[in-house]
C-alpha cells in the first residue's frame, strides 16, 4: 500500500469513522470539544512551541506520568500538549495529570485535520507512545521539520504481521520518518527491522509502565482496607481493566466477569476449602 492508496481507503472509510466518533464523544461530555477535535478543531487557545505527547488509551496515558513529570522539571516554560485516542484515555489525562497540560482529543488521520491541528500547537517535538502509526500525521511532521520519537513501541506478532501483508511500504516510509524509536523489547527491536526501520534509528530501553510511581505506603493502605472492610481473610481478585464488546447483543467483560464470580461463588459453597 502507498500513501495515495491508504487516503483513497481512509477518505471512503470517513462518514462510518466520523459516526463512531461522535458516538463515543456524547457519552463524554466531560471531554471539551471531543468531536470537534477529531477533525482538528479546537475554540480553546492553545500555547505553541511545545512538546506534544500522545497516548493512545488508559494504560498508555498511567504510563507517561513519569516522563510528563521529568519534562516539566527539564522544560518548564515549554508547554506541553497531550493528546488520546480514546474517551477513556482523555478522562485519564484530563483528571490525573501530574503536571499542567493542555490537553485534546487526537485528529483523525487526514491531512486537514493533522494540518490543523499543527497549525494551532506548532511543536517543537512529537512523542508518540507504543504503536501509532499513523501515516498521514507522520508526513505533515516530516514535511514541517518536527522530529517525531515513537517511544514504548511494542510490535506483537498479530500487529507485526498485519504490518507486513497490508502495510508494505506505507508503513516502512511513516517508521523511517521518525527520528528515534525506542522499543520495549530486543523482540520488538527486530520486528521493526524486519519492517525496513533504519537500524540505526532503533534502541531497546524498556517498557515505560515499569516507571510508574507506586505510593510506599500503599502496601499498607491496602491491609488498612482490608482491615475496615473485614476482608483479611476472603481471596480478593480485581478485573483492572475490562472493555465493552464493540457488538452491543456480546456481553460485555464486566458481564463475564461477574458471571465467572457467581460460578466461584456456587462452586465454593458445594466444595468449601478444609478448615485451616
Not at 99 to 128: C, G, S, T
Request: hydrophobic share 40%.
Amino acid at each position: 500500500m502507498n500513501l495515495f492508496t491508504y487516503r483513497l481507503l481512509t477518505t471512503l472509510a470517513l462518514p462510518l469513522i466520523a459516526y463512531h466518533g461522535w458516538k463515543r464523544c456524547k457519552k463524554q461530555p466531560d471531554i471539551p470539544n471531543c468531536f470537534r477535535a477529531r477533525f482538528g478543531f479546537n475554540p480553546l487557545p492553545l500555547q505553541t512551541g511545545g512538546i506534544w505527547v500522545h497516548a493512545v488509551s488508559v494504560g498508555e496515558t498511567r504510563s507517561i506520568f513519569p516522563l510528563l513529570s521529568r519534562l516539566k522539571e527539564r522544560y518548564p516554560n515549554t508547554p506541553l500538549t497531550v493528546t488520546s485516542g480514546s474517551t477513556q484515555g482523555a478522562l485519564q489525562a484530563l483528571q490525573f495529570a501530574p503536571v499542567k497540560i493542555q490537553h485534546q482529543m487526537i485528529p483523525y488521520d487526514y491531512p486537514f485535520a493533522v494540518n490543523r491541528f499543527l497549525n494551532q500547537i506548532q511543536p517543537k517535538l512529537v512523542i508518540m507512545v507504543e504503536t501509532e502509526i499513523w501515516p498521514n500525521l507522520y508526513q505533515a511532521c516530516f514535511e514541517r521539520n518536527i522530529p517525531i520519537l515513537l517511544i514504548n513501541a511494542r510490535l506483537k506478532k498479530k500487529s507485526f504481521l498485519a504490518y507486513q501483508k497490508w502495510g508494505g511500504e506505507i508503513i516502512k516510509h511513516a517508521l523511517n520518518q521518525t527520528q528515534f524509536i525506542a522499543t520495549q523489547f530486543p523482540v520488538d527491536a527486530e520486528r521493526f527491522q524486519q519492517l525496513g526501520v533504519h537500524a540505526d534509528k532503533i534502541k531497546t530501553l524498556g517498557n515505560l509502565k515499569f516507571d510508574l510511581d507506586l505510593s510506599p505506603t500503599l502496601e499498607q493502605q491496602a491491609t488498612d482496607w482490608k482491615n475496615q472492610q473485614s476482608l483479611n481473610n476472603r481471596f480478593i481478585w480485581v478485573a483492572a481493566s475490562t472493555h465493552a464488546h464493540p457488538e452491543k447483543h456480546q456481553p460485555s467483560e464486566e458481564q463475564l466477569i461477574l458471571e465467572a464470580h457467581q460460578q466461584l461463588i456456587a462452586s465454593q459453597a458445594k466444595n468449601p476449602p478444609p478448615p485451616c
